[in-house]
Every structure is written in C-alpha cells, then in structure tokens.
C-alpha cells in the first residue's frame, strides 16, 4: 500500500519509532528541518540512528532540553521539545523524583 508519509520506507516495525502524539504530529515526514541558529537545511535527530545522550542534555534547571549542534537544535525547534505545557509536565514530574530519567545527562 502507498503511503505518502512513508518517503519510501516501510510500515515494519524496524523503520519506525515510537512518539508521542505531538511529536509525531510536529514531525510529520520530516527527515531535516532548519537550524533556527544558522538557517541551514540539517537532518532531524533519528532515534533509531542516534543515541539521544550523546545528542541532547537538560538545562540545569531540568525542564529544558538543550541542543549544541544544528541537528539537535533544528529537533528541538521543530517538534517544540521546549513548550510551555511540558515544561510544567516536567516541573510536576521533577517534584516527584519521575523526571529527569535516570542516566541522562545535564548541563552544569
Ligand atoms: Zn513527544
């Protein structure tokens, strides 16, 4: 069956990822997006390829994700890891000893 989405790619479970509703909504069938730093076309963080520790660290506060290259920015931008409503999401899981998860780094 054709899927539009699928740029190509099956629907076996080896070629897709699993998402949350929103970000799979931001996401589309994007596979780059822009770097809202230098405006340059960069390929999107791909969980089955990268390794989100080496990609992404948190704020020291613990609510934010922060990216140091392009492609972790362009992620970060394009599927609003940062919004306003799972920053809370994250500030009320922080209270309770469930966010950040276990092993993942964060900024000093
Ligand atoms: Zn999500």
């Known amino acids: 069956m054709f899927c539009p989405y699928l740029l190509g790619g099956t629907d076996s479970l080896d070629n897709l990822a699993l ?3 929103h970000c799979n909504r ?3 069938n994007r596979v780059t997006a822009s770097d ?3 405006g340059g076309t960069v390929p999107l963080f791909n ?7 080496e990609h992404f660290v948190w704020s020291a506060d613990k609510l934010r994700v922060i990216g140091l ?4 920015r362009a992620t970060i ?13 994250r500030a009320a899981d922080l209270e ?3 966010h950040p998860p276990a092993d993942e ?3 000093e």
Do not use: M, V, Y
């Open 19 to 21: 998402a949350c509703f």
């Open 26 to 28: 931001r996401k589309t």
């Open 36 to 38: 809202p730093e230098s």
């Open 47 to 53: 969980p089955r390829q990268n390794s989100w520790r």
């Open 69 to 72: 290259t392009a492609t972790r």
């Open 77 to 89: 931008a394009t599927l609003d890891f940062n919004r306003e409503r799972i920053i809370h999401i």
């Open 96 to 98: 309770i000893g469930r």
């Open 105 to 107: 780094p964060i900024a």
